[in-house]
């Protein structure tokens, strides 16, 4: 199978399993996503090569208009099919550490800022807020969105914790939602009402727990997509309703009145 006929068999794989997982599979669809990563880096691909193959998955995968859940979840399987890339790049530094191998070291040294520099730059696009953080609570890394959110620059946030770099009710709800994750060791879907900068935000929220070998958590990972203006809109026409329900009851009170008149 020549190098366009395997990425192409890839692309396929990919978007099956990226429309398994967000159509409900479960976790072990979500396996899936390491393994075609690992496979991408087998074949030769880099991250922008994967992040591409994804954005064409995600185009098909057919959902309401308005509905992110699909978005969100898809950001999930592309974090997991990202891990093998770094994992690689790690390795392979350790490897020309070993072996005093520096010009080799200086390669992969700027091969590793470049991935890293990719990848950040591909979430940094996104309009989700994405966070990172260990299992202590202090930050690994924040997207720019996070920084806009939050009026923050992402040099003042990592390795601090929440109360460090937010104001207090955002990191008493940040922090005690990614604690019940930490614990539970599972995912888990909320709402999160945050404070920023142009006032109160609606997010719905992704957390998971990024786990170890022995399946002990050493992370937790959050995507939150703003659903505001959606939750304005389901008030408002709650409030219409409700309007009008208290009309018909006016209505059926004022001709129950003259009919006993």
């Known amino acids: 199978m020549d190098d366009r006929a395997a990425t192409a068999d890839l692309a396929r794989r ?17 396996t899936r996503a390491y393994e075609l990563g690992r496979a991408a880096a087998g074949e030769g691909l880099g991250i ?3 992040a591409m193959i994804h954005g064409q998955a995600l185009a098909a995968i057919p ?31 350790a490897n020309a550490r070993l072996l005093g191998l520096s010009e080799t070291l ?18 940094d696009a996104t309009t989700a807020v994405i966070y990172l953080k260990d299992a202590e609570g202090r930050y690994l890394f924040v997207n720019r969105e996070f920084q806009d959110v939050f009026g923050v620059g992402r040099e003042g946030v990592i390795g601090k914790r929440d109360d ?9 709800l940040l922090r005690s939602a990614d604690d019940s994750v930490l614990r539970a060791r599972a995912p888990r879907q909320l709402e999160e009402r945050l404070a920023s900068h142009d006032g109160v935000r609606t997010y719905l929220s992704l957390k998971f727990p990024l786990l ?13 997509t703003d659903i505001t203006e959606r939750k ?13 329900a208290r009309e018909r009851q006016l209505e059926h009170a004022v001709l129950a009145r003259d009919q006993f008149l």
Request: hydrophobic share 45%; glycine share 6%; with cysteine.
């Open 232 to 244: 304005r809109a389901e008030e408002a026409l709650l409030r219409e309703r409700e309007a009008a």
């Open 14 to 30: 990919y978007a099956a399993a990226l429309d398994e997982y967000v159509s409900g599979a479960g976790e072990a669809a979500l």
């Open 63 to 93: 959902r309401a208009a308005g509905d992110r859940s699909a978005v969100v979840m898809a950001a999930q399987f592309l974090a997991e099919s990202l891990s093998p890339f770094e994992m690689a790049l790690r390795s392979y530094q």
């Open 212 to 224: 170890d070998a022995s399946g002990d958590p050493y992370g937790v990972c959050c995507v939150a």
């Open 164 to 172: 460090e770099v937010l104001p207090p009710g955002a990191a008493r």
């Open 106 to 123: 200086a390669r992969q040294n700027a091969e590793i800022d470049r991935a890293r520099e990719q990848l950040r730059t591909i979430l």
């Open 48 to 50: 922008l090569d994967l």
